[in-house]
């Protein structure tokens, strides 16, 4: 991911929607139009591949989806604690290997992002393995956390 991409995830926290009030959750298409309409910066395709990536939930994206294009370009956002909690005392990564997901402190975000795996593995147009976890077949992660371990 470019350091664009990331300077924008920073600055944008993931999402925006089109409208407010619907008691509809915002997909990702809906959110990439309203990014592009308001950060010039990012393309659609630039925030689909990034909504792709995170776990967000109904709340993150609705709260979004209220805010107007001004909050969006906010180096943190009103909604950024909705969509990103804390990372608390101990921000250590964890695995849910069932949901293939790896929960995660980012301080550019300001707190706990939740990946998924096929998606982060799709990055490098590797298969997701199937497995998270700090260690797969004598390999161990980098980081000594816990990782997507793609194929």
Partial sequence: MS????????LATLLAACGGGSSRTPT???LAETIAR???KTTQADWLGLCSLA???DACRKAIAAAPCSE???ATPSYQATCFPPCGANPTAVCDGA???VLQCVPSLGGLVTYRC???CGLTNK???GTCGTELSGQTSVSGEPVCWCQ
Wanted: hydrophobic share 45%.
């Fill in 38 to 40: 308001c950060d010039p």
């Fill in 28 to 30: 990702c298409e809906a």
């Fill in 3 to 10: 350091v664009r991409l990331h300077a924008w995830l920073a």
């Fill in 72 to 74: 969006h370009v906010k």
């Fill in 55 to 57: 776990v967000l939930s």
């Fill in 127 to 129: 298969q997701y393995s």
């Fill in 99 to 101: 949901a293939g997901t």
């Fill in 118 to 120: 096929p998606a982060v």
